[in-house]
């Protein structure tokens, strides 16, 4: 199931927008309220009342469409999607159109869909039933879609996708419940994984066979072994452990990966940075959620999907934030991903195809080669229109190399003072977002030398 375009009049910044999108990798990049935000939020009011039809799904307030996502401009509210699904009879793609509306009155509300030329509310319960129904699903032929949605504030809150008390009439269901669970982090993934993996050797020492695997964690085994297959080439089993503090002999709870050919070759992951532990438990939550939808089928991290990620820089390290949408992509090749970033590094690491810029809520595609561009120049595009001036090239220079050589914070910070103090002599220098994206980069620099040294 893919998202092909959208077409929005009056939502929020955007008057008129209409975007065709890729099947698997569409990366947002721009200042910030340029609409990246605005225009993952569309998406996601769509996906909310495709998956709440027939579903008895209890949908937020916060998440329905209200009169303030009109815009101030504008009389009435349209966004219109293409969708694109399986057909269970033909074996082809239908498409789908999903359009929703809303005028400025509280009562003055209608959603319907379109079909081709005529109008149908059937629609989004046929796509209902041709994911759930044997007859029109051919008893799994199909991998069932998951949509996931992750806010630029996922690392500091959490409401759990795996407990819940909703009854669902089709275990399915649960992928598509999740969707409204969009915060995760770190510390409430070890401490489900250390229950779970308890439940499991109880299960196993009951049963007398320790070949028996825990439903729920072995997809996130195997999706967290393929990432570290392909980040450090080693075949590694993803295990909880407890450890001891240096003065104390309580026993905390961890997770650890162990080199499956050397047991001596192991790490604490809780000993990796903020952002590393955030892409890990990313990787976990979407691997969760492609089991619970193909409950059957072992091929479940083939499974499709749509997963949104706002600002997926959020502190990792600038070699992590170029690695993080191939090894997501490498990982999941049937999900298509909505990504929005202000970092050149996470631009730098895709072909330009997949790259749009949203300037002042106008979507298109970016014109310019993006794979293995250099910082500034990607920089210099997105966030400025003019050419930097040679001062400011040579200090942003001077920083990039400071990274690279691993040199002090102290020096880094002396270099955004001089630009910031070059800002102060020539109030007309637009850099302001070149300050806020360099102080950034910083901060991420700090959580990796601090990680660094806790080794």
């Known amino acids: 199931m893919y998202i092909q375009a959208i077409d929005l009049e009056n939502f929020r910044g955007f008057k008129k927008a209409k975007v065709a999108f890729n099947t698997d990798l569409n990366i947002f990049i721009g200042e910030n309220a340029s609409g990246k935000t605005s225009l993952l939020r569309s998406i996601s009011q769509t996906i909310i009342n495709l998956i709440s039809?027939?579903?008895?799904?209890?949908?937020?307030?916060?998440?329905?469409?209200?009169?303030?996502?009109?815009?101030?401009?504008?009389?009435?509210?349209?966004?219109?999607?293409?969708i694109e699904v399986p057909d269970g009879n033909i074996n082809e793609l239908k498409n789908y159109h999903l359009i929703f509306k809303k005028g400025k009155f509280p009562y003055d509300v209608e959603t319907y869909v379109q079909y081709e030329i005529s109008k149908s509310k059937k629609v989004l319960l046929n796509i209902y039933e041709q994911y759930f129904l044997e007859t029109t699903f051919n008893k799994g032929r199909y991998l069932f879609p998951m949509f996931k949605i992750y806010n630029?504030?996922?690392?500091?809150?959490?409401?759990?996708?795996?407990?819940?008390?909703?009854?669902?009439?089709?275990?399915?269901?649960?992928?598509?419940?999740?969707?409204?669970?969009?915060?995760?982090?770190?510390?409430?993934?070890?401490?489900?994984?250390?229950?779970?993996?308890?439940?499991?050797?109880?299960?196993?020492?009951?049963?007398?066979?320790?070949?028996?695997?825990?439903?729920?964690?072995?997809?996130?085994?195997?999706?967290?072994?393929?990432?570290?297959?392909?980040?450090?080439?080693?075949?590694?089993?993803?295990?909880?452990?407890?450890?001891?503090?240096?003065?104390?002999?309580?026993?905390?709870?961890?997770?650890?990966?162990?080199?499956?050919?050397?047991?001596?070759?192991?790490?604490?992951?809780?000993?990796?940075?903020?952002?590393?532990?955030?892409?890990?438990?990313?990787?976990?939550?979407?691997?969760?959620?492609?089991?619970?939808?193909?409950?059957?089928?072992?091929?479940?991290?083939?499974?499709?999907?749509v997963v949104m990620i706002d600002e997926i820089e959020a502190h990792l390290h600038p070699a992590w934030q170029r690695k993080v949408v191939g090894l997501l992509h490498d990982l999941f090749p049937n999900i298509q991903f909505f990504i929005t970033t202000h970092s050149p590094q996470v631009i730098a690491s895709v072909n330009s195809d997949k790259v749009f810029l949203c300037d002042n809520f106008n979507i298109n595609k970016i014109n310019l080669s993006t794979k293995g561009a250099d910082t500034n120049s990607l920089l210099k595009y997105v966030f400025n229109a003019t050419d930097r001036?040679?001062?400011?090239?040579?200090?942003?220079?001077?920083?990039?190399?400071?990274?690279?050589?691993?040199?002090?914070?102290?020096?880094?910070?002396?270099?955004?003072?001089?630009?910031?103090?070059?800002?102060?002599?020539?109030?007309?220098?637009?850099?302001?977002?070149?300050?806020?994206e360099l102080g950034t980069q910083l901060e991420a620099y700090k959580f990796d030398r601090e990680h660094e040294m806790d080794k």
């Open 53 to 82: 039809v027939n579903s008895k799904f209890e949908i937020p307030n916060s998440l329905r469409l209200s009169e303030s996502d009109i815009n101030r401009e504008g009389k009435n509210l349209k966004i219109e999607i293409g």
């Open 152 to 305: 630029s504030n996922r690392s500091f809150s959490y409401k759990s996708t795996q407990e819940t008390n909703v009854i669902f009439s089709n275990s399915k269901l649960e992928a598509w419940y999740n969707f409204l669970n969009n915060n995760l982090s770190f510390s409430k993934l070890l401490e489900w994984f250390f229950e779970n993996e308890t439940k499991e050797l109880r299960l196993q020492r009951d049963n007398n066979d320790f070949s028996i695997e825990s439903p729920v964690l072995k997809p996130i085994r195997i999706a967290l072994n393929e990432a570290f297959k392909i980040l450090q080439n080693k075949d590694y089993l993803v295990k909880s452990d407890q450890i001891t503090r240096e003065g104390s002999n309580k026993l905390i709870p961890t997770l650890v990966i162990e080199n499956k050919n050397d047991k001596n070759d192991r790490e604490i992951l809780d000993n990796k940075s903020d952002g590393e532990k955030a892409i890990i438990t990313l990787i976990a939550d979407i691997a969760y959620n492609l089991a619970i939808a193909n409950s059957n089928n072992e091929n479940f991290m083939q499974g499709t999907g």
């Open 389 to 436: 001036p040679l001062e400011f090239v040579k200090l942003i220079e001077a920083f990039d190399k400071a990274m690279e050589e691993n040199q002090d914070e102290e020096i880094l910070q002396k270099i955004i003072d001089q630009i910031k103090e070059k800002k102060e002599e020539d109030e007309g220098q637009d850099i302001d977002l070149l300050v806020d």
